[in-house]
């Protein structure tokens, strides 16, 4: 079962380290990296190695991968110290035009070290 890989695709490129990235966490299915603009003292994407232009795509085509997103981020948040009793992380899929999705390989969002707003707006 082939790799599904767009070479035009940034966060492909990112996986395959054509575009260099502060890598924080790896795993068989996904690779996580800092937001090169970050939106909270920790800003962690992780990706599946595999192109999905969202989330939902990822669901249907590797449903194992899109589990395996949320095991990462949870390594992350012990990893960088924003889980815990006092403290605590959202995940975000932005998904589409009005949920601002700029870049159209599934990623998911790990934000923390701050106190988040809600509604996020
Ligand atoms: P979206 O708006 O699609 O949910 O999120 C895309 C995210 O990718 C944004 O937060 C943006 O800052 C981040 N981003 C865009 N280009 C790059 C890049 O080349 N490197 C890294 N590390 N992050 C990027
Ligand atoms: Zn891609």
């Known amino acids: 079962d082939p790799t599904p890989f767009d ?5 492909c490129k990112i996986v395959t380290g054509d575009v260099p990235a502060t890598i924080v966490h790896e795993s068989e299915t996904t690779v ?7 939106q909270a003292p920790t800003h962690v994407l992780v990706i599946p190695r595999s192109h999905f232009a969202n989330a939902a795509d990822l669901a249907v085509g590797e449903p194992a991968t899109a589990a395996d997103l949320f095991d990462a981020a949870r390594e992350i948040a012990v990893q ?7 403290a605590g992380y959202r995940m ?8 601002h999705q700029t870049v159209f390989h599934a990623h998911l969002h790990v934000l923390g070290g701050r106190s988040m707003t809600w509604p996020p707006g």
């Open 7 to 11: 070479p035009e695709c940034l966060f």
């Open 32 to 38: 996580a990296f800092r937001d090169l603009n970050p």
């Open 80 to 86: 960088e110290g924003i889980d815990g009793p006092d």
């Open 92 to 99: 975000v899929f932005n998904t589409g035009p009005a949920a």
